[in-house]
């Protein structure tokens, strides 16, 4: 029987840990004397957000939101819908958004358009990976993790048609599917 394809491993374990400990360690100077409301974009920000939580030097609370895109197979239409919503009041909040990648930026473009009318305090983006190589529309996200080539990725809470999520590293679509 042919032995199955070694998954290819961008990011593994270690690296990530020691990268989010760093933005955990950034974002806590930044917010010194502060208590952050972080919103976690559903599905794909958990993981990443449960341990970036975790290395917070600064009291935070957490909320979720989720969005739909629309659009022909897998072209968006641009179209973000928050499916959804938040559950806390954000006016006069620190408010950080905590994503898994920035792709085309329509996603967090609309987010914090969204979220900025409801008038926080302060309102910044963190994301895990960014494919600035993709973008649609210019975002540029507060804190990245790492800035990533055009290839699919999967595994810390990425996806693939919903597969995928639990891989401990961040793994190449490719070389798994
Ligand atoms: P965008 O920036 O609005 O295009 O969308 C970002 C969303 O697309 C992310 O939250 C992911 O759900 C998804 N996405 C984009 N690239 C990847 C990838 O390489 N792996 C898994 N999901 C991806
Ligand atoms: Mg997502």
């Not at 952050?36 to 990443?48: K, R, W």
């Not at 909040?93 to 979220?115: A, K, Q, Y």
């Amino acid at each position: 029987m042919a032995e199955a394809k070694k998954p290819e491993i961008l990011f593994p374990k270690a690296v990530i840990e020691q990268r989010v400990g760093e933005l955990a360690e950034q974002i806590s100077r930044d917010y010194e004397g502060k208590e952050l409301l972080i919103v976690g974009i559903l599905n794909g920000a958990f993981v990443f957000m449960a341990d970036l939580i975790r290395g917070l030097d600064v009291p935070c609370r957490v909320d979720f939101v989720r969005l739909a895109s629309y659009g022909c197979g897998s072209v968006s239409s641009g179209e973000v819908r928050i499916t959804k919503d938040l559950e806390t009041p954000i006016a006069g909040r620190d408010v950080l958004i905590v994503e898994d990648i920035v792709d085309s930026g329509l996603t967090l473009s609309r987010l914090t358009e969204v979220l900025r009318e409801r008038q926080p305090a302060s309102l910044r983006v963190c994301a895990f990976l960014d494919k600035r190589e993709r973008r649609r529309v210019p975002f540029a996200a507060d804190y990245v993790g790492f800035v990533i080539p055009d290839r699919f990725v999967v595994g810390y809470g990425l996806d693939y048609d919903e597969k995928f999520r639990f891989l401990p590293d961040v793994c190449v679509l490719e070389d798994i599917a």
